[in-house]
């Protein structure tokens, strides 16, 4: 009898991680972990563990890690418990027991190298039975049957990923990726609101919120109310050209990007990927970056710049896809 097997789709993001399994489930969490200070949260918080926003909005009792975010050592021991924790969670959202084997695909953040991937294998054994890593690109234009010809930019929060995808696996020489992504708009919005209104106090989840809910580039500058806290007193200001500008600042580097993957395609195909550029991952949800980015290319020739739906599930949901008709041989078994 054929052993009843499940598939899974990870996304392990640096902000936050999606599981999508053949049996239906569906799941994003922040990728966040939270130990309890000492023994007072602990007893207060009731367990030793806490993920994603459970973790936040209990960050003053706990140890946060955000064991994927860029400049982590991926060999610290207790980051990569963190890890192991987190994954763990993840994978038990989708009711692995309830099936004789678990077969997945992983995309990994791209600044994780492949020593760093050795660790990952490690923490996915006793879970998963075999393995098969691929990039958060690819997995994109597969979820989108738009593996014959594209371009996928994946504006995430460590890292923008720009791979360009025709028909087979993606190489080393066709991906290229920038540290200009959300977590660098984040930090460009806090310095452009601490320049303006000295003593402001705002941290890089306030200002990840209020980019999140006004994010544009382009345009006419479009008003954009919060409420500061300078110096301990209340005030609402208006930042929408500060929202602006700091989305702005990562569009440059983005289009020389996508620029230097088309250049340094074949020429036949060049066209082709001109004309398929589709963008994803939660930068993608900044109002007008699509003609932002289609007119920065103009220069190049006639382009097509598009948004996939679903961009914060796309990678999962991809990769779950791909899981599904990848034949055995692919897969590494990790037990
Ligand atoms: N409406 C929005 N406008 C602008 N940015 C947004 C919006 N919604 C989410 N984001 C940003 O998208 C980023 C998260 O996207 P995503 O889930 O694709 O990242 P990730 O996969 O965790 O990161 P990476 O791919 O770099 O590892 C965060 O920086 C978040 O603030
Ligand atoms: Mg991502």
Redesign the pocket.
């Given at each position: 009898m054929m052993a009843d097997r499940l598939y899974i789709g990870i996304?392990?993001?640096?902000?936050?991680?999606t599981i999508s399994s053949s049996a239906g489930k569906s799941e994003t969490i922040e990728?966040v972990v939270g130990k309890p200070k000492d023994p007072v949260a602990r007893n207060f918080l009731g367990r030793d563990v806490l993920f994603g926003a459970d973790a936040l909005k209990n960050k003053l009792a706990c140890n946060l890690f955000r064991p994927?975010a860029a400049g982590v050592a991926q060999d610290d021991e207790a980051n990569l418990a963190a890890a192991k924790a987190f994954v763990t969670n993840l994978i038990e959202t989708a009711d692995p027991e309830e099936f004789d084997e678990v077969y997945g695909v992983i995309c990994s953040?791209s600044h994780i190298s492949f020593t760093d991937k050795s660790n990952l294998v490690a923490t996915l054994r006793g879970q998963v039975n075999a393995i098969m890593v691929v990039s958060?690109p690819f997995a994109t234009a597969f979820g989108l049957e738009e593996i014959g010809g594209s371009i996928v930019v994946?504006?995430?929060?460590?890292?923008t990923?720009i791979a360009r995808i025709y028909g087979t696996f993606p190489t080393e020489e066709d991906e290229m990726t920038i540290e200009h992504?959300?977590?660098s708009?984040?930090n460009e919005l806090i310095s452009l609101i601490c320049k303006k209104y000295t003593g402001a106090q705002v941290t890089k989840d306030m200002v990840?919120k209020w980019?999140?809910?006004f994010?544009y580039v382009g345009g006419e500058v479009v008003e954009c109310m919060v409420e500061l806290s300078v110096e301990g007193k209340k005030q609402v200001v208006d930042i929408g050209d500060l929202v602006r500008d700091a989305?702005e600042t990562a569009m440059p580097h983005i289009v020389a990007t996508i620029k230097a993957i088309v250049a340094s395609a074949d020429p036949e195909y060049q066209p082709v990927l001109r004309n398929n550029v589709i963008l994803?991952?939660?930068?993608s949800?900044?109002q007008g970056v699509a003609d932002r980015i289609a007119d920065e290319l103009s220069d190049i020739g006639d382009v097509n710049v598009w948004c996939c739906e679903d961009?914060?599930t796309k990678?999962a949901d991809g990769a779950l896809a791909l899981s599904q008709v990848m034949p055995d041989e692919q897969y590494t078994s990790i037990n």
């Open positions: 996304d392990l993001g640096t902000f936050q991680s990728t994927m953040p958060e994946d504006i995430g929060a460590g890292t990923d992504a959300g977590d708009i984040d990840r980019k999140e809910e994010s989305c994803s991952g939660g930068g949800l900044i961009p914060i990678v």
